[in-house]
């Protein structure tokens, strides 16, 4: 047997797995270390289709620093220390400098994260600015892009001489990439604004997506195209793309022109964290990485459509994501609770009714985090304490009594005898439709609730 740590939250999970059934799926990204300060420093001086920063910038001018929230990880806080002192070397005043956080549609930053992704240094001695997308009064139209699309930003982009841009490249499931132009819109964006870019994702006619949108693509994705059209307007002076290794440590720099280093970056990005797959799986088993990839659902989720890829039709994807801040925006829980959740419960019991063999596994393990619309419809274990891996042992088809009995006495947490337990798992089974999965699980879960509110496991 083989062990894995799978990120979770800011610890991990153990894996165990036969390498001889599962294959695992891991970039061609070459051992980097972290920079340096000085190394970060050198790939400043050497911009990507940029005069360097002494002739971008002179006293007198008043620079904003467009940061991301804390879903990203960018290095943000060894980058900034560098940057903010080179500002001052140049001759800009730490009264003309503020940062302002790219939160687009999430919630606010908190202290706590103002703190780790500035440094204590920087997040004490520069002003911040917080975006709301929904504060009319803190927005500025810029008027409409070629292609219709009205334009509200942060007014503060319009208040500075410059904007700089400090961001990070990683894959987007629509967008191609995140960094770079994304700071700006979605990032600095009002709610109309960003919605009418994300819409552009879908093809109203078709169903799903609209063609070239796509992780990892850039050329004809019209999301992407729109963004950059919206930023732009803005024209930052300077842009800063890094990408980080599993602990969020620096270990690329991409800086110069805005267009230019956010593509030179994606495009590195790409050769080294993407393969090729043989053939699709049967069961994928993806973790987003931990934090802060799995700070909330609307994060999360990105990583289950990856895994989406590498996982065959009908097959099984079990998704490790701690969502300590639930799921990360209104809009998108409403969506996934009444858009997904909803109608995959009600297809599922509809297709079971239909076919003589059908197979569902679903799991969702839920905290108390989670607010109360997540738990209202559900298929599962509300057991805090689930044990991801169970899924995995679960029968593919019908369940057979010995099936079930296996399954009781491993994780059902009675204490039974032998013929209790076989007695048990012949009365599942007969109340089941000769073990359909569905109806299985459901007469199990009843009967496991009964047995353990009559104290049987005492």
Same mark, same amino acid.
């Given at each position: 047997?083989?062990?894995l740590?799978?990120?979770?939250?800011?610890?991990?999970?153990?894996?165990?797995?036969?390498?001889n059934r599962?294959?695992?799926?891991?970039?061609?990204?070459?051992?980097?270390?972290?920079?340096?300060?000085?190394?970060?420093?050198?790939?400043?001086?050497?911009?990507?289709?940029?005069?360097?920063?002494?002739?971008?910038?002179?006293?007198?001018?008043?620079?904003?620093?467009?940061?991301?929230?804390?879903?990203?990880?960018?290095?943000?806080?060894?980058?900034?220390?560098?940057?903010?002192?080179?500002?001052?070397?140049i001759?800009?005043?730490?009264?003309?400098?503020?940062?302002?956080?790219?939160?687009?549609?999430?919630?606010?930053?908190?202290?706590?994260?103002?703190?780790?992704?500035?440094?204590?240094?920087?997040?004490?001695?520069?002003?911040?600015?917080?975006?709301?997308?929904?504060?009319?009064?803190?927005?500025?139209?810029?008027?409409?892009?070629?292609?219709?699309?009205?334009?509200?930003?942060?007014?503060?982009?319009?208040?500075?001489?410059?904007? @700089? &841009? #400090? /961001?990070?490249? =990683?894959?987007? *499931?629509?967008?191609?990439f995140?960094?770079?132009? +994304? $700071?700006?819109?979605?990032?600095?964006?009002?709610?109309?604004?960003i919605?009418?870019?994300?819409?552009?994702?879908?093809?109203?006619?078709?169903?799903?997506?609209?063609?070239?949108?796509?992780?990892?693509?850039?050329?004809?994705?019209?999301?992407?195209?729109?963004?950059e059209?919206?930023?732009?307007?803005?024209?930052?002076?300077?842009?800063?793309?890094?990408?980080?290794?599993?602990r969020?440590?620096?270990?690329?720099?991409?800086?110069?022109?805005?267009?230019?280093?956010?593509?030179?970056?994606?495009?590195?990005?790409l050769?080294n964290?993407?393969?090729?797959?043989?053939?699709?799986?049967?069961? @994928? &088993? #993806? /973790?987003?990485? =931990?934090?802060? *990839?799995?700070?909330?659902?609307?994060?999360?989720? +990105? $990583?289950?459509?990856?895994?989406?890829?590498?996982?065959?039709?009908?097959?099984?994807?079990?998704?490790?994501?701690?969502?300590?801040?639930?799921?990360?925006?209104?809009?998108?829980l409403?969506?996934?609770?009444?858009?997904?959740?909803?109608?995959?419960?009600?297809?599922?019991?509809?297709?079971?009714?239909?076919?003589?063999?059908?197979?569902?596994?679903?799991?969702?393990?839920?905290?108390?985090?989670?607010?109360?619309?997540c738990?209202?419809?559900?298929?599962?274990?509300?057991?805090?304490?689930?044990?991801?891996?169970?899924?995995?042992?679960?029968?593919?088809?019908?369940?057979?009594?010995?099936?079930?009995?296996?399954?009781?006495?491993?994780?059902?947490?009675?204490?039974?005898t032998?013929?209790?337990?076989?007695?048990?798992?012949?009365?599942?089974?007969?109340?089941?439709?000769?073990?359909?999965?569905?109806?299985?699980?459901?007469?199990?879960?009843?009967?496991?609730?009964?047995?353990h509110?009559?104290?049987?496991?005492?």
């Open positions: 047997m083989s062990e740590e799978l990120g979770y939250g800011r610890s991990s999970v153990s894996f165990a797995f036969d390498p599962y294959r695992v799926l891991a970039g061609n990204s070459p051992e980097n270390k972290p920079l340096t300060d000085v190394e970060i420093g050198e790939a400043l001086s050497v911009p990507i289709q940029s005069p360097p920063l002494e002739d971008l910038f002179s006293p007198g001018d008043s620079v904003l620093l467009v940061v991301s929230d804390a879903t990203r990880a960018t290095g943000s806080a060894q980058i900034l220390n560098l940057i903010v002192r080179r500002l001052i070397q001759g800009i005043s730490p009264a003309d400098l503020a940062i302002i956080f790219a939160t687009g549609i999430h919630r606010a930053v908190t202290p706590e994260e103002k703190i780790e992704l500035l440094s204590p240094f920087i997040a004490q001695r520069v002003r911040t600015i917080d975006h709301d997308a929904h504060d009319s009064s803190k927005m500025v139209s810029l008027g409409t892009t070629d292609r219709g699309t009205i334009v509200e930003v942060n007014r503060s982009l319009l208040d500075f001489s410059h904007v @700089v &841009i #400090v /961001s990070g490249i =990683g894959f987007h *499931y629509f967008a191609g995140s960094g770079g132009r +994304k $700071s700006i819109c979605p990032g600095l964006a009002s709610a109309r604004t919605e009418a870019t994300h819409m552009l994702a879908l093809d109203f006619q078709k169903g799903g997506r609209r063609a070239g949108v796509g992780t990892g693509r850039l050329d004809g994705n019209p999301v992407h195209e729109e963004c059209r919206v930023t732009a307007m803005i024209g930052p002076r300077f842009s800063i793309n890094s990408v980080v290794d599993e969020g440590r620096t270990v690329r720099i991409h800086a110069g022109q805005w267009r230019a280093a956010h593509r030179a970056g994606c495009a590195e990005y050769s964290h993407s393969m090729k797959i043989g053939q699709k799986r049967e069961i @994928v &088993i #993806v /973790s987003c990485g =931990g934090y802060p *990839y799995d700070i909330n659902l609307l994060q999360a989720h +990105k $990583s289950l459509d990856m895994a989406a890829h590498a996982c065959k039709d009908g097959g099984t994807i079990v998704l490790l994501a701690e969502c300590p801040d639930g799921p990360g925006n209104p809009t998108f409403k969506w996934f609770v009444e858009e997904f959740w909803c109608a995959l419960m009600q297809s599922s019991i509809n297709a079971a009714n239909e076919c003589e063999l059908f197979k569902v596994i679903i799991a969702i393990v839920f905290s108390s985090n989670l607010p109360e619309e738990v209202q419809h559900y298929l599962g274990s509300l057991d805090p304490a689930f044990d991801f891996r169970k899924i995995l042992e679960l029968p593919l088809e019908n369940w057979t009594s010995e099936d079930i009995r296996k399954w009781l006495v491993v994780h059902s947490g009675l204490r039974l032998k013929d209790q337990y076989r007695q048990l798992a012949l009365t599942i089974y007969d109340n089941s439709n000769a073990g359909l999965p569905v109806s299985a699980s459901t007469y199990l879960l009843s009967q496991l609730s009964s047995l509110s009559s104290g049987v496991n005492q």
